[in-house]
């Protein structure tokens, strides 16, 4: 069951994105942020009235804070990708996933045999081949800068995720996610302040309203059930899966933005499918 939530996330992450894409031509970083943030909480708020629940505050006030890291954990994504070349620098972030497996091994004692480990290794592999193969109109960069950024958010990532799953184990998935939107829409409306985009607010009851609509509610659902599969699995599986997000963007925009896609780009998209085959039949 937790592979067809894991797929469905990674779904929702690609078609929102492209929709987002489509959106950064229209609205600033912080409305689509906060726009997102707003979604996000909006459905587990239908969740939890669909299914008569109710928040429920953590006991232990930690539980309240480590929700912010996903947060920041974006902030850092955003700052990163300013730094250098995207092709390099999502690469490297493309390796949070092993890093993620390593410390779920390392800290939340999840096993996981040999065989799994090579497949996510390979599944990490031919994402970050799908990265580095994209055309950039800058082909110089600050390689050091790059590597720093890149690694440090990768890391931001992996630990976001491992204090996701220690909360969601403990107060569960919805009362998690309501507390997460909460911190996604202060951080968002801080970053419209202090970003100074309160100039740049526009309005959506328009066409482009619509296509930031639609983006924000691909991608909500995407985190919905990304988080739904993490209390029903490990993290150290869970990621890697939602990890297809990735190829299945660069399909959707092949197919709707017409984008170009490379023969080493599809020929790591097949070896993503197959490995996620394997991985979901001996799993």
Do not use: C
């Not at 912010?68 to 954990?73: E, F, G, K, R």
């Not at 990708?81 to 999502?90: F, W, Y």
């Not at 890149?150 to 107060?171: C, E, L, M």
Request: charged residues 10%.
């Amino acid at each position: 069951m937790w592979f067809y939530l894991a797929i469905t996330a990674a779904l929702g992450w690609a078609i929102g994105s492209i929709f987002l894409k489509k959106s950064y031509q229209f609205f600033p970083p912080g409305q689509i942020y906060l726009f997102n943030s707003v979604s996000f909480l909006l459905l587990w708020l239908i969740y939890n009235w669909i299914h008569h629940a109710s928040f429920v505050p953590p006991e232990q006030k930690i539980f309240i804070f480590l929700p912010i890291l996903p947060a920041l954990a974006f902030i850092i994504f955003v700052k990163a990708l300013k730094q250098g070349r995207v092709s390099i620098i999502s690469a490297i972030i493309s390796t949070s996933p092993l890093i993620t497996t390593t410390f779920a091994i390392l800290f939340l004692r999840e096993k996981i045999n040999l065989t799994q480990l090579g497949l996510i290794i390979l599944i990490i592999i031919a994402v970050v081949v799908i990265q580095i193969d994209n055309k950039q109109k800058n082909p110089k960069g600050n390689i050091v800068n790059e590597l720093v950024w890149g690694f440090s958010t990768a890391f931001a990532f992996a630990i976001a995720n491992i204090a996701n799953k220690v909360v969601i184990d403990r107060v569960g998935p919805a009362n998690f996610s309501l507390i997460n939107a909460q911190w996604m829409i202060a951080i968002s409306l801080i970053w419209l302040l202090i970003g100074k985009q309160r100039r740049q607010w526009k309005l959506l009851s328009t066409k482009e309203g619509a296509i930031l609509a639609l983006g924000s509610l691909g991608y909500s659902l995407g985190s919905f059930f990304f988080f739904i599969t993490l209390s029903n699995a490990p993290v150290s599986l869970v990621i890697p899966i939602t990890n297809l997000s990735i190829p299945l963007t660069l399909i959707f925009a092949t197919i709707f933005l017409k984008e170009k896609t490379s023969k080493i780009q599809k020929a790591s998209i097949f070896t993503i499918f197959l490995a996620t085959t394997i991985l979901k039949m001996i799993s």
